[in-house]
């Protein structure tokens, strides 16, 4: 499976230097949703094995489709560069199929906010039951708020975030072709690179082809 990934040049060097590159630590996109990347976490391990090395904390994120099939590769945008670096780096890998686990980006934003993912019928539900529950307890605005039965059936539809086939005209409308599907993968390997684009805040300054 071709995939792309935008990371730090010191993430890019480690690989090189190690023959392997991985996420030992959280990084500051956790932060303020760790319940959802440690459900994530959990998913892969359900999914696709646990993690080979015990140092490894949370995955890495590359793209499959950044907007769809026909426009895959993610942009080299200056906003992808850390406050405090100069330069990032895009990595094109061949990685094997059953390492990788694949998600809908549009329905991932749904779990990041506390939300359900269901079809129209379904959310009437939802809301019908978080009504009656904010009338008499006040405003919920995280998932934490709500009581723990009305949690878990929230959560239990997250995993339609791995249906990339699923269409529903309220939450998932387009064809698999057209979307933005993410993945998540516990680590690098060297042999996987094919091409690593060093990019700064003006442009591509360095291309370098591994196959």
Not at 27 to 50: L, P
Not at 85 to 111: F, K, R, T
Not at 135 to 160: F, M, N, Y
Request: proline share 6%; hydrophobic share 35%; glycine share 4%.
């Amino acid at each position: 499976m071709k995939v792309y990934t935008i990371q730090t040049v010191a993430f890019y060097e480690e690989l090189m230097r190690n023959g392997i590159a991985y996420c030992a630590r959280e990084g500051y996109w956790c932060r303020n949703n760790r319940f959802q990347y440690d459900w994530m976490v959990g998913q892969m391990r359900k999914r696709i094995g646990e993690p080979p090395l015990a140092e490894i904390k949370y995955p890495v994120w590359v793209w499959q489709q950044y907007n769809s099939k026909k426009d895959p590769i993610p942009p080299m945008s200056p906003k992808e560069i850390p406050n405090k670096e100069n330069e990032a780096v895009m990595l094109e890998l061949e990685v094997p199929d059953d390492m990788v686990l694949l998600s809908d980006l549009d329905l991932w934003i749904h779990p990041l906010n506390g939300w359900e993912i269901c079809g129209k019928k379904e959310s009437k539900l939802f809301d019908k039951e978080k009504e009656a529950y904010e009338k008499e307890h006040g405003k919920c605005k995280q998932l934490s708020d709500w009581p723990q039965t009305l949690q878990h059936k929230i959560v239990a539809t997250w995993e339609r975030v791995f249906d990339l086939d699923w269409i529903d005209p309220y939450q998932a409308p387009s064809k698999r072709r057209n979307r933005s599907i993410q993945g998540t993968i516990w680590f690098l390997r060297k042999e996987w690179l094919c091409t690593a684009h060093i990019f700064n805040r003006q442009s591509e300054i360095k291309r370098i082809h591994f196959c």
